[in-house]
């Protein structure tokens, strides 16, 4: 039946099918017997289940996508979307506001995501820190989550992120308006005018912005993090600012990539950022006059690195530290040595963990995209910006094999978002020319025929449908699952609710709170139930437990309900 279908007789696009179909087909066995020593609980879960699903669904895309008779008809999708970015990202806002609030059920999902949100929460009620009472802090923080994702104070009480703060304080006004979830759709609309401009600016032609446009669009990946509380979709918006900005430099525009560069280095911690930086900064100085454009990007930097870099240390350690006053040398090298002790040489299990980050790339996004990516790369690596993205892109990916956490929680590779967009620009490079080759006769490339356009466009346009879906589904029943991990507790009134994570997955997340304790709910984890006992008649003498199943215990100072 293949060998009937018009696509497998264009030799670009039957080689695209086979090697996408080839590829997908290696990651499902992949993901059938992988075996989960070394890795951590979630991130085997998701690859190894729901990853599973995802790369059937992208197979059985590639050979719909193959049979469609009418591929012609969808091929002006394109042009469609290059003309008009604002609807794209319009609709686009629209329908990540819906799967923030309905997919993601508003809840931040991972530490990750809680800690950012916690300090948007300080940050929008005009405080620096939160305030827990200090005999209730083990209860109310994990103890295996103190100064790992949040700075406690045993002695004053006050709690702060560990993380940089800008992601937390770009966070900070949708949540005082009350629309937190709103945050990251408005960063993901924002991005793909920006990935659209840079598409404009590479190859001056509408239908390679709407390409890139839409092969950000319809990738899964764009939609699962655009509804989470991550902080990777701050990252990737900055960097295409970034980008964008040193495309063309003079010394303003350096100075604002260094202040844009700056937010990018402060949202949560500076690694991302650096490693996409990196080329553009010795592409900068090695320009004409870059001694000039390079002072003016360091310019940039400098003002907020040391207020929300420096800065951000400085309190977070005075705050552990509890008033205590070390050495300012000592101190100073200590941090240095924490932060080189974060990087290790990379084991087998780190180079298996990022080889699923990249199978987690492929199966994230648009059948096809990563090789498209590639070949553009190759074709394009003579122009500047194709070679610059292609190595913000390689030192993001062999960065991250020198740091040993294998990422956990996340959708799709979230280790690599920040430097995501370079696959989309570079597979328009696979489709286009650049304004430079369009006359060089000697510049073609195997995926520019009509033909091969249009199964890249039915490849788009089912797995925006399909896919997007089919990821929504999961992220949804995934959360959802989680949520139910807290006690099935009917009650309206105020009440703590003390978590027993003994029989849940990955439920000590579930440990989360308003920085000042306020609204009806408080949430600990237990200690065991003497300890817990003992500490709620110490700290809550009114309250007796009215609710316990196997998550937990419910307290409070309403009767006991019958159950």
Request: positive net charge; aromatic residues 12%; proline residues 6%.
């Amino acid at each position: 039946m293949l060998t009937n279908a018009p696509v497998v007789r264009c030799a670009g696009a039957r080689a695209l099918f086979l090697l996408s179909a080839g590829l997908t087909v290696a990651i499902l066995l992949w993901t059938s017997y992988l075996s989960p020593v070394g890795l951590t609980r979630i991130f085997f879960f998701l690859f190894a289940n729901e990853d599973r699903g995802a790369a059937v669904l992208a197979l059985l895309i590639l050979i719909v996508a193959a049979l469609l008779p009418a591929r012609s008809a969808v091929r002006g999708v394109f042009q469609w979307a290059g003309a008009r970015p604002l609807v794209v990202a319009g609709v686009s806002l629209v329908g990540l506001c819906v799967g923030a609030i309905v997919v993601y059920h508003n809840h931040p999902l991972s530490m990750d995501e809680y800690s950012a949100y916690f300090q948007s929460r300080v940050f929008a009620a005009g405080h620096l820190a939160g305030q827990f009472p200090p005999a209730q802090m083990d209860w109310l923080i994990p103890k295996g989550f103190q100064n790992y994702f949040l700075s406690v104070s045993h002695s004053s009480g006050r709690v702060a992120s560990v993380y940089w703060p800008s992601h937390a304080l770009i966070l900070a006004p949708f949540t005082l308006l009350g629309i937190p979830w709103a945050c990251n759709p408005v960063l993901s609309a924002l991005t793909l005018l920006l990935i659209h401009r840079l598409a404009l600016e590479i190859f001056e032609d509408t239908e390679a912005a709407g390409f890139a446009l839409l092969m950000t669009a319809a990738s899964p990946v764009f939609f699962g993090m655009g509804i989470s509380y991550y902080s990777m979709p701050a990252h990737l918006l900055a960097n295409c600012a970034y980008a964008l900005l040193l495309m063309r430099p003079t010394p303003l525009k350096a100075a604002a990539a260094g202040m844009v560069g700056a937010v990018a280095l402060t949202l949560h911690n500076p690694v991302p950022h650096f490693l996409f930086a990196v080329p553009w900064f010795v592409w900068v100085a090695t320009r004409n006059g870059g001694a000039r454009l390079l002072a003016s990007l360091c310019a940039g930097y400098l003002p907020l690195c040391a207020l929300l870099g420096i800065g951000w240390v400085e309190l977070t350690d005075h705050l552990r530290a509890a008033g205590a006053a070390p050495t300012p040398g000592l101190q100073a090298a200590n941090r240095f040595g924490a932060m080189l002790a974060v990087f290790e040489s990379p084991d087998p299990t780190v180079l298996l963990a990022r080889a699923i980050g990249v199978a987690k790339v492929w199966v994230w996004a648009v059948p096809g995209l990563l090789i498209l990516a590639c070949y553009g790369a190759v074709r394009e690596r003579r122009n500047s910006i194709c070679l610059l993205l292609s190595a913000s892109a390689l030192l993001t990916l062999v960065g991250y094999c020198f740091f040993p956490a294998d990422q956990g929680h996340g959708w799709g590779y979230r280790y690599f978002h920040s430097a995501w967009m370079a696959l989309p620009l570079l597979a328009t490079a696979a489709l286009f020319r650049l304004p430079r080759a369009a006359k060089d006769a000697h510049v073609q490339s195997a995926f520019e025929d009509g033909e091969t356009r249009g199964f890249i466009a039915s490849c788009v346009v089912l797995t925006l449908v399909l896919g997007t879906g089919f990821r929504a589904w999961q992220i949804e029943g995934f959360i959802a699952r989680d949520i139910a991990q807290v006690p099935h507790y009917r009650g309206g009134e105020s009440r703590v609710v003390i978590l027993d994570t003994r029989f849940s997955f990955y439920g000590v997340d579930l440990v989360q709170n308003d920085p000042f304790l306020r609204g009806g709910e408080i949430r600990m984890v237990s200690h065991g139930k003497a300890a817990d006992e003992q500490m709620m008649a110490e700290q809550y003498p009114q309250f007796r437990r009215v609710f316990a199943d196997r998550y937990g215990a419910v307290w409070s100072a309403a009767p006991r309900p019958a159950r």
